[in-house]
């Protein structure tokens, strides 16, 4: 028989998706199971996009450009003056979703064997698309205790190489939506200025800061311009994760030709799901702002919810709809298994994800878990009262 690829081998698991298996079981037993472990917002698509789709009446449903379509660039470009970002049609190049943004980023700016810094805990396809590219991934662990922040940025300056091409953040930040400082941006800007480096930033979830603050993007940031990879994508924002449409946003030339190369190879984004974003871009303020009120009432709701679990820790996340909490357990991924497997609390259970997978280091995050709050507060409540029994049973039985 033939041997698999090492790279394939060496691929992680995702913690998000991976005990899919327990979770479908558990379903077919007849267990209603809440899903916290992964990003699906339960709010309606934006009804633009709905409408567009319903619209669509076409002969042939043919290639786009491998760039996207033009006008869904021109409206991608409206979109972020609205945010203060310099982008114009040209810089901006249309993906199959944020992950093929993330992939096509890497791909284009990285050799085999190029190291780039990572804030962790981080979403755990960089780790992913990092094995693809054949690049490292050097981390930068950061604390619950600390609420996330990054450590001094001395840290960064100890794991700078001869082999350092870039610094990858997410903001705000999947999975501990932690929201960076115009203090911690400037600085990163600092660093990437002083060693010529890639800022590669995912700002996926840029219209959910809870903050008053002004919001910080790389593409604000002066002086680095060439330096900066945007990752984008409309899927969390206009609740249309389906659709699979994100892009690559940058004012370097250079890596554009590099990302077209790539983008041609694999022909072109998703039509429909193209049609279906240009629709949903210029969106009712009013849609934007229920979904925003709604995640604050939720945030709230939840971290208020875990806090009160004894034994429990999380600390108030300032964007996205993620929080990343301590548990009473030594095993948070066994944990997370036998919820699935083994317990039910008046025929529910809660789905979450191991923060374990979302760490470079090894050991770290073990008694965490990622939890989305992508759920209505009826169903928040529920599932937090399953959380309880489920620990309080979990410890009584001695599982550790």
Not at 56 to 64: A, G, N, P, Q, T
Not at 249 to 261: E, G, Q, S
Not at 289 to 310: A, Q
């Amino acid at each position: 028989m033939p041997s698999i690829s090492q790279r394939g081998q060496n691929m992680p698991q995702s913690p998000i998706r991976k005990l899919v298996p327990l979770a479908n079981a558990a379903k077919a037993r007849g267990v209603k199971v809440y899903h916290l472990n992964i990003g699906q917002p339960d709010l309606p698509t934006m009804q633009a996009g709905l409408d567009e789709m319903k619209r669509i009446d076409r002969k042939v449903l043919e290639y786009s450009p491998s760039e996207g379509l033009l006008s869904l660039r021109q409206k991608l470009a409206n979109y972020y003056h609205r945010f203060k970002i310099n982008a114009d049609v040209e810089d901006i190049i249309v993906t199959t979703g944020g992950s093929e943004a993330v992939l096509f980023a890497f791909m284009s700016c990285l050799n085999p064997g190029d190291e780039i810094i990572v804030p962790e805990p981080a979403y755990a396809n960089y780790m992913a698309f990092a094995i693809v590219a054949g690049a490292v991934i050097k981390s930068i662990p950061t604390s619950i205790e600390e609420g996330f922040a990054l450590p001094p940025m001395e840290k960064f300056e100890e794991l700078i190489t001869p082999k350092t091409k870039g610094i990858l953040i997410c903001n705000p930040n999947n999975p501990t939506g932690y929201l960076y400082t115009q203090k911690e941006m400037r600085q990163l800007r600092d660093i990437v200025k002083k060693h010529d480096l890639f800022l590669f930033s995912d700002e996926v979830y840029r219209e959910f800061c809870y903050t008053g603050a002004p919001y910080i993007s790389a593409c604000h940031l002066e002086g680095i311009e060439q330096n900066v990879i945007l990752i984008d994508s409309v899927s969390k924002r206009y609740s249309m994760t389906g659709i699979r449409v994100g892009s690559i946003v940058t004012k370097n030339a250079a890596v554009r030709a590099n990302v077209m190369k790539f983008c041609q190879a694999r022909l072109s984004p998703p039509l429909i799901g193209q049609l279906i974003a240009e629709a949903a871009i210029d969106a009712d303020p009013e849609y934007m702002l229920d979904t925003y009120n709604e995640y604050v009432e939720r945030r709230k709701f939840l971290i208020d919810g875990i806090n009160r679990i004894p034994g429990c820790y999380s600390p108030i996340p300032m964007g996205a709809f993620y929080t990343v909490a301590k548990l009473p357990v030594d095993d948070a991924e066994k944990f997370c298994a036998w919820c699935l497997s083994d317990f039910q609390f008046e025929g529910c259970t809660v789905m979450m994800a191991p923060a374990s997978g979302f760490y470079v280091t090894p050991g770290l995050g073990k008694n965490e878990v990622r939890l989305a709050y992508v759920l209505n507060k009826e169903d928040l409540k529920h599932a937090l009262i399953v959380l309880q029994k489920a620990l309080e049973t979990y410890n009584a039985l001695g599982k550790e």
